[in-house]
């Protein structure tokens, strides 16, 4: 059994210049906890976890988080805990000049993942 109980997140971030990249810090029969790096003007696509919920912790930058199927948002700041229970539209731009940086916990860990169709987003 692994014993380890602190990662630092400094290692897990992968800047992109195409899509933000999904990097796994840990992995458990729970849940799974990834840290994201999304540069200035990138976008975390709106989708779904039909069978569980994520959670998010924003350590650095800022963003639109999009609340709706309709495009709604929220601004979120470091410090900020970001919660999309079970089945509920979420997704992120970032709009600072600096990555937006955060941890997300999803569990349980078969909670899925549903995009949202191109149609259900705002300008497409």
Avoid at 106 to 115: D, F, Q, R, S
């Amino acid at each position: 059994m692994n014993s380890q109980r602190v990662y630092k997140s400094s290692e897990h971030m992968q800047p992109s210049d195409g899509e933000p990249v999904r990097s796994v810090v840990l992995e458990t029969e729970h849940s799974v906890i990834v840290a994201w790096h999304v540069a200035p003007g990138q976008r975390i696509a709106a989708h779904t976890h039909p069978q569980g919920q994520d959670t998010w912790t924003i350590l650095s930058g800022h963003g639109q988080y999009q609340t709706d199927e309709q495009g709604g948002f929220v601004n979120v700041v470091p410090g900020d805990v970001v919660v999309a229970r079970q089945g509920e539209v979420h997704g992120v731009l970032c709009t600072s000049p600096e990555p937006l940086m955060f941890i997300s916990v999803v569990a349980p860990l078969e909670a899925g993942y549903v995009p949202l169709t191109p149609s259900a987003l705002p300008g497409a």
